[in-house]
């Protein structure tokens, strides 16, 4: 037997329970102090040395006096626990009582009392022979009580409890009766339930220990819990009702919980003495009443299964989830003067689901998913209380009509006279694009827009005309933090930067917001970054997959060229429409909040379904892999708005407009200024019809423009 072997017999003897596995060694009740919850820690160090702690506080050297063990017992003994070594026996007494007296003295000198024992509980078994006992000492002098189990073995009686479950209190008479058993928390209390006429019963050990306890004496049986009136007691009430309900047969179980007694900690016992002045049969009968108007219990507890797979999780406003369409959003809401923010989740059905104070709303539990959106967005991205409130009553946008109000958005600021196509066809591409990034969830792949030009020709303009109707979207500067752009990103928002050349020199971001910026075109994509938790760290994963629109003098470089779609942009010739600010909300041909709302709950109604339109686009379209990307999503919206909503050739025009893109492709994303340049030399090379020629800036730049207006 080694040095651990003893401390913990040590343990056992004076405490009379078995010490605990906890981790890499022990845990047991001190003995240094009056110990009710195990808080003595116990471990072998690597040498082999005994390691104690109390986390009461205790020091060694009066755990040590406890135990009557010297500091050299703990260190590494020269032999070792041989394996398949029998456990030591307990030492057993002649009789209980002399049990019951060596545990007096002992435990006495421990904590340097003298005790007495004052309370005796003993347990039989169906036979009605002791065979379990529960002691009570209390010092002479006052101090806090010890409570100490003893069991019969071999005709004696040994420090302990047994091996195996422990017996209900007063079992006999409870397989012999027939009718309601009452369980209670405590022998006093079983006790005083048995004086007042109720076989009543208890488990040994106090509310931590139900399952230690045989309840199969009750299977089928109608039992009432009383636990006592803490939160402890609860728990103890839970704890046996779910023993007592698995059960075969399992028993029927009310809990019930006594009127007027409000202090923490109350009993049944101060219940009678609330009632002294009532007979038992009068405080017997009260009791039945209030078992007899208490609903059985019925055990709620979950069962712990495996999963094939995660569970689904809202993580994103707009999430398509088996079957069902859910738009999460957070709403104003006023109770008398006080005015907060509720996250409200709307279903396509038009039911919403909120926390409590939300008017006409569904609890969170019959939601049956979980929400994981700890960010709030931009409260004027979201989804309005009146738009909330419209979609709930049954009113619901009309595509076509909500269509042409974005058309008339972009349109009313955008100027492309000399783009990839007519003013018409962009105009219906940057709105399809729009209403795509609403319904982003039913989508494999989102490409980006690319607007291109020179200074001063739209580029920013529309970036902040598609992030004003997009889903959440937001105009990036370079000032944006990467903390800001994940947590916008990770939600799906439409992300617009400005100045896409800052964004592509990898000398002048940092690595991580680049990567963050440049990656997710499509659904699955993730970037994982490193977080403090707690002492340590974590690693968090981040769905990028989002709307991206840059903005640049410079095209984009191969890899992000094929997932994007150029949008060559040239100064307007349109003096009114070029001075038109987005940002001027009474200049918009029609009211921006309004069309949000709309927005979302089109992308709501029409989730479902865009899957279809994106498979059946991708099947019509002569295009193909990473040419078709960038267009696939504008391609499924413009299809599902001419078939089912009247939108006449929107789609037609679109994917007429994505073929002649790619075949002119080449051109558009040569178009360099250095290229330019040099035909506009030898454009006014050609007219001159001469060797030497001597132009001016003036003419080699009304030469670029004529070239770059003719393209």
Known sequence: MNNLDSVLNKLRELSGRETVRSGSGFKACCPAHDDANPSLSIREDKNGKVLLRCHAGCTNEAILSALRLEAKDLLAASSHKQAGKTKKRPHAFLTLDEAIESVRLSLGKALHQELRTTTRYMYQDNSGTDVFAVLRFDPVEGGPKSYRPFHSSDGGWCIGDPEGLLPLYNLRKVTTSTGRIYVVEGEKCADLCNGLGFTSTTSAHGSQSAGKTDW???????????????????MYAADVAR?????????????????????SGSDIVDYRKLHEKKSSEELRQMIEALAENTPEWANNAPIAVILDEAPDIINRPLRLLSGNAYLVSWVHVQSGTDQVMKRVVLRNDGKYFAEEGVPGALPFSDLGLKVKMPTVPHPDSLLSGAGLKRYADGVRPDPAEVLNRVRAVVGHFMDFSHSI????????????????????????????????????????KLLAVVTALGCMGVLVTAGGTFASLRDLADYGAVLGFDDAENVMDSKRVDPDKRTLLLAGNRKGSYVTLKEPFGDGWTTRYIHVFCPRLFSAINLPDETLGSRTIVVPLLRSSDKIKANRDPSDVECWPTPRRPLVDDLWLTGLESLQKMPFYDRKAADIVP?????????????AVALWLQTEHGVTGIFDRLSTLAIKYQRDRVDVEETSPVRVLLLAVYRILNAAGLDLVEFTPTQVTDAMNSIAREE
């Open 216 to 234: 199969s004496p009750l299977a089928g049986r109608d039992v009432v819990i009383i636990p006592d009136n803490d939160e402890p007691g609860k």
């Open 243 to 263: 023993n007592l309900t698995m059960l075969t047969p399992p028993a029927r179980v009310r809990i019930v919980s006594l009127p007027d007694v409000t202090e």
């Open 421 to 460: 196509g007519t003013q018409s066809d962009l105009v219906d591409l940057v709105s399809c694009y729009v209403m795509a990034s609403y319904q982003l969830d039913a989508f494999s792949v989102i490409g980006y827009l690319w607007p291109n030009a020179d200074k001063g020709s739209g580029k920013t």
């Open 623 to 635: 295009l193909a892999g990473r040419v078709l990307e960038p267009w696939r999503a504008i391609l």
